[in-house]
């Protein structure tokens, strides 16, 4: 079962990667709890970002949970590289899953936590069936595949919405937050039912890291 206390996610697609290392520790000395990696394949999305090996690289630079994101096609492919590349959380998406089910159990059966992920687009109710099988559901609050984008404020119903079902059903599964989280947006998510915050430039975006995570953090408190 994960947490459900509210933590900040940075995302490491928004880090400098010619100091990877360093923006890792940044995070980390500065009370990060959990690493997001977003996973892209140029198919799902039209971005492409990295893949296992880039994944085993951040976990022999770190200790922090590594919440993995796939926005790729066909993912059953790659469950078991990204479970050896050392993921502790890997989500999938509902759209690119014809047998949800199964590519959720074969990540628990591999050790790792099982995520879900909607688009902007996409249903809440999507997600209903597969509930009680997953430890976590990420709510895309902009469309995947770029960073920096602006958060689409109607995915606020969405969070609030899927609070409900899980509290309806009482389960323990933790909402996930990823697109536009600053310190404008981060109240409207919280107070929406959201535990994870996945922040990419709001952490990383001018190098001061240390500083922007710390005001992020604050409204965890």
Do not use: W
């Not at 039209?46 to 994101?69: C, E, M, W, Y």
């Not at 709510?139 to 079902?165: C, H, R, W, Y």
């Amino acid at each position: 079962m994960l947490t459900s206390e509210l933590l900040i996610a940075p995302s490491v697609l928004s880090a400098n990667f010619a100091h990877l290392e360093s923006d890792i520790k940044r995070v980390e000395s500065s009370g990060a709890k959990i690493l997001h990696l977003d996973v892209m394949d140029g198919h799902f999305v039209p971005n492409i970002s990295f893949g296992p090996a880039i994944v085993k690289t951040i976990r022999r630079i770190t200790t922090l949970q590594l919440d993995t994101h796939l926005m790729i096609d066909k993912p059953d492919l790659y469950l078991e590289q990204f479970k050896d590349a050392g993921a502790d959380i890997l989500t999938v998406h509902v759209e690119a899953c014809t047998h949800l089910h199964r590519t959720v159990s074969r990540i628990k059966e591999l050790g790792m936590k099982a995520g879900v992920s909607i688009n902007p687009a996409t249903s809440i109710g999507t997600v209903k069936e597969i509930l009680p099988f997953v430890d976590l559901v990420l709510v895309m609050s902009v469309n995947p595949g770029f960073g920096g984008q602006k958060f689409i404020e109607t995915t606020l119903a969405k969070i609030k919405a899927l609070s409900k079902m899980i509290i309806d059903l009482k389960l323990p599964t933790v909402i996930e937050v990823d697109g536009g989280i600053d310190t404008i947006t981060i109240t409207k998510v919280i107070d929406a039912g959201a535990h994870y915050l996945v922040a990419g430039n709001a952490v990383f975006g001018d190098g001061n890291i240390e500083t922007n995570f710390s005001q992020l953090n604050a409204f965890t408190k």
